[in-house]
C-alpha cells in the first residue's frame, strides 16, 4: 500500500532516470535490469510529458500522489463537460494573456441575470451561460440560508465592451498597471460568460460577511477564485477576492486536491493535456 504510493514527479524523474540508467550501462558494463519490464500505463507517460511541459511553479504546486488517482481524478473532471452544452467553449477553456477568443465570440444562450429573490444585481444588463446562472442559483440559495443575500455586480462583457473598460483604465492609469488588474479585449474571463465579479469590486470586499462567505462556499457549487493573492505572476493578475468563475464542482475538487487549488495552474493542466496525444 504505501509502497505504491508513488510520486508523480517521482515517477517523471525516474523515467528520466531509467533513460540515463540505460546509456550509461552500455558504457559502464553494469549488469541491472532496469525498469524495462514494468509496463507503463500509456496514460501515465502521457502525463508525464503533459507535467513536463508545465512550469515549474505549477509542477511545484502538484503534492506527492499516486499517478493512477490523479488520471482518474482527471477523468471524472472531463466526464462532466459531458453534460453541458458541447456546441460551445469548454468549461474549462483556457483564457488568460496568451490564449484568448476573438471579437465576435459570444456564448450562446446566454441568460439575463435580473435581481429576484435569491440575488441583488448592481446593473440591469447582467448575464451568463445557462451552466453558470444555475450554479449561481444553488450558490446564492445557501447563501440565503446562511442569511446572506448576494450581490451580483458584473457577469458576461462583450469583446466592444471589455475594449472600452480596458481603454479606460489604461488612460487613468497607465498601461503597465492596467495591465495588472484589467484583461485586453478576447482575454477576459467575462467573455466566457462563466465568471461573476461580486460585491463591491474592492479589496475590502473580502473582508465583509458576504465575501468571507463567498470564498468559504463558492467551491461547493462550483465557483473557482480566479486571482487569488500571491499569484500575479502566474495568473497575470493582481488579487481579485471578487472575481469567481464557474468550472463546475468537480474541476473545483480537482483544482483543490492536486493543483494547491490555483486554477490557472489547472487550466493550463487540462490544456496540455487535451491539445497532446
Ligand atoms: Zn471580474
Redesign the pocket.
Known sequence: MYYKKILILTSLVSMCFTACAKAKSTGAKTVEEPAAQVVINPEIEKLNRVLLSMSPRCKAAIPNGDPEEFLSDLHKVLEVKKNFRTDDLSLYYLIDKKHSVGSDYVPKDLMPVKGNDLWNVSRNDLSLRPEAYAALEDLSRAALNDGIKLLVS?TYRSYQYQEGLFNRYVKQDGLELAERYSARPGTS??QLGV?I?FGSITDDWGDTKMGKWVYENAARFGWSLSFPQGYEDVTGYMW?CW?FRYIGVEACKFQKKWFGDIQQFMLEFIDAWESQN
Open positions: 458584473s474571463q467575462h465568471a465579479d481579485e472575481h
